[in-house]
């Protein structure tokens, strides 16, 4: 959380629009973008037509984001219960 909370700042993003999954899987380094973003989706934080950041960081200077615009294929099944 010591990095996700002032880079969420710096973007002007409450932490209530930010999505992690620390709490609930501890630190999971790569996995941890998608495991945040599946569960937005399953609790309803992430709707149809919204606008997402991914953005992750690594030791030193290295980092990379993808902005995107969820939009999921209605022949796909609803996610499953872990």
């Given at each position: 959380?010591?990095?996700i909370e002032p880079i969420s700042?710096?973007?002007?993003?409450?932490?209530?629009?930010?999505?992690?999954?620390?709490?609930?899987?501890?630190?999971?380094?790569?996995?941890?973008?998608?495991?945040?973003?599946?569960?937005?989706?399953?609790?309803?934080?992430?709707?149809?037509?919204?606008?997402?950041?991914?953005?992750?960081?690594?030791?030193?200077?290295?980092?990379?984001?993808?902005?995107?615009?969820?939009?999921?294929?209605?022949?796909?099944?609803?996610?499953?219960?872990?």
């Open positions: 959380m010591r990095l700042e710096k973007l002007d993003y409450s932490m209530d629009q930010t999505l992690y999954s620390l709490e609930n899987f501890g630190n999971t380094s790569a996995a941890s973008i998608p495991l945040a973003f599946d569960l937005g989706i399953r609790e309803g934080r992430v709707q149809n037509g919204d606008r997402v950041l991914l953005y992750g960081f690594g030791s030193g200077l290295v980092h990379a984001g993808q902005l995107l615009e969820w939009n999921p294929d209605e022949q796909v099944n609803e996610p499953k219960p872990l």
